[in-house]
């Protein structure tokens, strides 16, 4: 269950909140942009959003698996990567609290994480975000 408006600290000084999820068409508005993540591992990472829809990306995971996605974002680090091992998962949002993404993948060579966008991991999921319509 998602909320809209929930904030989170992250320092004494810096907390932000998550206001709503990003359309698919809103994602190309964001390139370029200063993006952040909050990840198990790395905590809080700035990086800016580089593409939108990436196609068939092969990722190889654990175990020779290899997973295939389709219309990814990808985002690289401001000063070193984006994200590490045990990030998957963390929210990429903007610092006005705009849900991006969620990330799914990184490449430590090419410095790029990759994140499946929320509006098609909410649509995939057939669900919707709890969202106040006074939060814009």
């Known amino acids: 269950r998602f909320t809209a408006d929930v904030p989170f600290a992250l320092t004494p000084d810096t907390s932000y909140s998550w ?9 190309f508005g964001h390139l370029g942009k200063e993006v952040l993540q909050v990840g198990a591992t790395s905590g809080l990472v700035s ?36 994200s590490r091992p045990g990030d998957s998962g963390a929210a990429v949002f903007t610092p006005s609290g705009i849900l991006l993404g969620m990330i799914v993948a990184s490449s ?17 999921l057939d669900c919707q975000a709890l969202l106040d319509p006074s939060v814009r």
């Open 19 to 27: 206001r709503r999820v990003a359309t698919k068409e809103e994602l």
């Open 47 to 82: 990086g800016r959003l580089e593409l939108c829809d990436i196609r068939q990306l092969s990722v190889h995971a654990s175990e020779g698996q290899v997973i295939q996605y389709d219309g990814l974002l990808a985002i690289r680090g401001r000063s070193a990567t984006f």
């Open 108 to 124: 430590p060579r090419d410095q790029m994480t990759f994140a499946i966008p929320l509006a098609d991991v909410f649509e995939a």
